[in-house]
């Protein structure tokens, strides 16, 4: 089992940034490829970003290419998105996920454990 607690999530006006971070707790944390995915309301839970294991690997969703950065510290087991350049329509609630496997995957079901989530509202 792998425990993942969200945090750093906020209200920030357009153009501004947010770091989030996952901490993970449980089984061992640097083989497990991990992702950040967002839902906002009345939407799906859509992918954002993920990285695999040591960072060899790592995904984007179009949306937010060039504007949000993820990373990971494996010796700290947590993994960060750097948000930047944020945007109204980037308001939704992000959660952390992680596979039972290195390998990165970019949709929903292929996740096994999740956090709670964590808020970000940008204003415009």
């Known amino acids: 089992q792998v425990q993942l607690v969200e945090s750093g999530g906020g209200l920030v006006q357009a153009g501004g940034s947010l770091r989030l971070s996952c901490a993970a707790s449980?089984?061992?944390?640097?083989?497990?490829?991990m992702g950040w995915f967002r839902q906002a309301p009345g939407k799906e839970r859509e992918f954002v970003s993920a990285?695999?294991?040591?960072?060899?690997?790592?995904f984007y969703a179009d949306s937010v290419k060039g504007r949000f950065t993820i990373s990971r510290d494996n010796g700290k087991n947590t993994v960060h998105l750097q948000m930047n350049s944020l945007k109204p329509e980037d308001t939704a609630v992000y959660f952390c996920?992680?596979?039972?496997?290195?390998?990165?995957?970019?949709?929903?079901?292929?996740?096994?454990?999740w956090g709670q989530g964590t808020q970000v509202t940008v204003s415009s």
């Open positions: 996920a992680a596979r039972r496997t290195i390998h990165v995957g970019v949709t929903v079901g292929e996740y096994d454990y």
């Open positions: 449980g089984r061992t944390f640097s083989t497990n490829a």
């Open positions: 990285i695999g294991w040591f960072a060899r690997s790592i």
